[in-house]
């Protein structure tokens, strides 16, 4: 409570209303939140207290790990560790975090001297545990964060393997955007009697997020882009690119326009991804282009743009993306630039947000192919197609804007057979579990 105080938090997020009572009562979960809703604080502040008491005589030397937190990214293991510490500060616990593209040795090293929480990535956990660095035996809390990220990574395998290590008595907690088929098989297997824990519609955006189309031809995006950032003097701007090579090739050509820019993504080392990531919290990179790998991992206080260079693949990663801005009661933008290529990808984003999202060109940046037939159409045609006129951009409505947690997810809930509602939120038993 006195870290909590020292942060300013003076009122609980709907799911953490909701998710602590139970985590307290040591049930296991199942929970579903979007982004901005106070997640990462609705595990770990419980998860704190229940391991706040002292190890009993005789086992304080050996403090064993018992609680683990599994993460998808190293972005977001350094978010979740960060929040452990920040919230855990004036308790007597040990936290640490292991993931690749760091010295295993100095992680080694920090496991021999003891930790009581560890925050790690599925691969490189497997890695000390095949080295003997580590022990799973003490576990008491698991928490599997952004679980359907994790099994759309090729994860499902390695955790099978990291929970089949642990003490079958023990609390499981799972966040996830979704339950599809693998996260439902997952929670059937692992999890005993759980609360499903479901916040705010899975489709609803953030609050203050913005969210604006430019139509313009695919050739010109990255002009476009420079133009919009200098014309309207943008001084953070995140830009999300569907691939690594898109997201190198495009901060080459804006460092080309001027424009101080930095990339992260699956292939730069860990140390490369923080330094790019600092460098653009403090202001010294004016742009930072990314691929998914960060949509889920990146809190940036009061990040003002969004930019989808390219439309993502899954209409629930945008959600994700434009998660990054509007966070903690702050305004933000979302905008997309969009080729006649990716109308299909556009109409699919709208269906899951059942909106249409506000849409026009820039003048002197209009396509060339507006008056033009796509070769690739989904099912149903949409009037949003050419040369709309330029319109503002509306909020749209979304979670709760009262944050008490610096690190946040889009979650994805389902439906169950008894409902306990509050603030927006209900409680779901998922049944019996085989």
């Not at 105080?5 to 579903?32: H, V």
């Not at 977001?76 to 855990?88: D, F, H, I, N, P």
């Not at 966070?327 to 109308?343: D, M, N, T």
């Not at 951009?393 to 979650?411: E, K, L, M, T």
């Amino acid at each position: 409570m006195r870290a909590i105080t020292q942060m300013g938090y003076t009122q609980p997020t709907p799911i953490q209303n909701e998710a602590i009572p139970i985590i307290l009562q040591g049930r296991d979960l199942m929970a579903t939140a979007q982004t901005g809703t106070g997640k990462t604080a609705s595990f770990t502040l419980p998860l704190l207290q229940r391991l706040g008491d002292p190890l009993p005589v005789g086992n304080k030397a050996i403090r064993p790990i018992r609680a683990l937190i599994l993460t998808p990214t190293r972005e977001l293991a350094a978010q979740v560790e960060k929040s452990v510490a920040t919230y855990g500060q004036h308790l007597p616990l040990r936290s640490s975090m292991i993931c690749g593209g760091m010295s295993f040795h100095a992680q080694r090293l920090k496991l021999r001297r003891g930790i009581d929480i560890l925050v790690a990535t599925p691969g490189r956990l497997l890695d000390h545990i095949a080295q003997q660095s580590l022990d799973l035996r003490a576990v008491q809390i698991v928490v599997l964060d952004e679980a359907d990220r994790m099994l759309d990574m090729g994860f499902i395998h390695d955790i099978r393997k990291i929970l089949a290590l642990m003490p079958e008595q023990r609390q499981t907690l799972m966040f996830s955007a979704t339950l599809s088929l693998e996260v439902k098989k997952l929670a059937d297997q692992f999890l005993r009697n759980p609360a499903l824990l479901e916040v705010v519609a899975p489709t609803a955006t953030v609050q203050q997020v913005q969210q604006m189309v430019h139509w313009v031809d695919r050739p010109r995006k990255r002009e476009l882009l420079a133009h919009m950032i200098g014309s309207q003097n943008w001084q953070q701007v995140l830009v999300f690119t569907r691939t690594k090579h898109g997201a190198n090739q495009l901060a080459e050509q804006l460092e080309e326009d001027g424009l101080k820019t930095a990339a992260i993504h699956g292939n730069k080392s860990q140390g490369a991804r923080t330094r790019a990531l600092e460098s653009f919290r403090r202001g010294a990179v004016r742009v930072l282009v990314a691929t998914d790998v960060a949509a889920r991992g990146l809190d940036i206080a009061q990040l003002p743009y969004v930019v989808n260079f390219d439309l993502p693949d899954l209409p629930e990663d945008y959600v994700h993306r434009i998660g990054r801005t509007g966070r903690a009661g702050h305004s933000g933008q979302a905008i997309s630039l969009v080729s006649r290529e990716e109308k299909y990808l556009l109409r699919d984003i709208e269906r899951l947000l059942k909106q249409d999202i506000p849409k026009g060109v820039i003048p002197g940046y209009e396509p060339l192919s507006a008056t033009q037939p796509v070769k690739r159409k989904p099912q149903g045609s949409s009037s949003h197609g050419h040369r709309a006129k330029l319109s503002q951009p509306s909020s749209v409505r979304g979670a709760d804007q009262i944050h008490s947690d610096p690190q946040h997810a889009i979650n994805k809930p389902r439906s169950g057979k008894r409902s306990l509602r509050s603030s927006g939120s209900s409680i779901k038993p998922l049944g019996a579990i085989p």
